[in-house]
């Protein structure tokens, strides 16, 4: 599991944000695109390719779209 | 002594409700044995069960355990079952997937439970002849049929079958005198929306958005139900009434 991958799977829930906008370090609750839908978007895909089931408080937790990478790598090792 | 005037009250019937191990169909078993009815109740945790029939008032209420989305289940409670004169059609789950994500296995679960169960209870209840002459039916919808948000889908669509299937049960019961309608509640504050997959924050600011800046409570909903299954509902069926504000 690989973070470039997981931010390219992050972004591409995105429509309009900017491609160039997402790191490891971005702060995706300021993000003007995100929304209760986009979050719901971010956590079935993260079922979709991790196979782990991310809660809406995981999201609200997470800073930075690494800070969500880890509760995935977290929940994956749990398993 | 003359008896205390209540057109609501519902002595002398009996009640089928599903999904009454959990908050609106719970609520509405103990509210039906508070104005008098024979409960059945019916859920597929049996602990859970048991907690609803401990709340319930007065004798006779039975309890028989079955999940509506088998076949074998839906034809062994209607075996066991007495007569009734009123069915709370109740049981439900959500799955919250935006469409792009919807899973055919969840899909599946959804409209199995909600919808589908509404269909087979429903034949299997009146083809053993289990519903009395006058009866009354209930289907417990949501505004979810009407108001679509983001990521409901597959409950949105399975709601709104249901409102529909309540009228069709309208038309072809009605000349046994059975009435149907369909319920459909705002949000209400049951373990349904405890793991609808809605944070705690989106919750308190989804509440802002009713005139009461509350959602309703299960009784609020069992009310509206026992209306449509007393007497005081003789003169309703085919219609769907919201409950929310
Ligand atoms: N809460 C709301 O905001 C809201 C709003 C509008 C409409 N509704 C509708 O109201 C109904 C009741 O919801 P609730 O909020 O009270 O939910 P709940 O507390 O989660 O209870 C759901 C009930 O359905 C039963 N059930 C689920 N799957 C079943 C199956 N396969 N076979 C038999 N029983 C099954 C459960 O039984 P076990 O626990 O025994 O498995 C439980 O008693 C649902 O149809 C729901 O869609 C709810």
Redesign the pocket.
Known sequence: MEIEEFVENFAGQFVDTDLNVFSKDTVFHELDEYSSLIALMVISMIDEVYGVTVEYDDMAAAVTIEDLFNTVKRLKGEQ | MTEAYNPFSLAGKTVLV????????RATAIECSRLGATVVAT???EA??GETMAALTGKGHVSIQ????KAEDVSRLVQEMPQIDGLVC?????RRRPISFVKEDELQEVFN??TFACFTLTKAIMKARKMNRGGSMVF?S???ARQVTPGNAMYAAS?AAVESFARSCALEYAPMQIRSNAIL????E????NEGGLSAEAIERDKQNYLMKRYGK?EEIAWGIIYLLSDAGAWSSGTSMEITC
């Open positions: 599903t999904g009454a191990s959990s908050g609106i169909g859920g597929r945790d859970r069960l079955a999940d509506l989305t109740n049981a439900g789950i959500t439970t909600n417990v949501s505004m979810a709601k509640p705002g949000m209400v049951t373990p349904m929306n299960p």
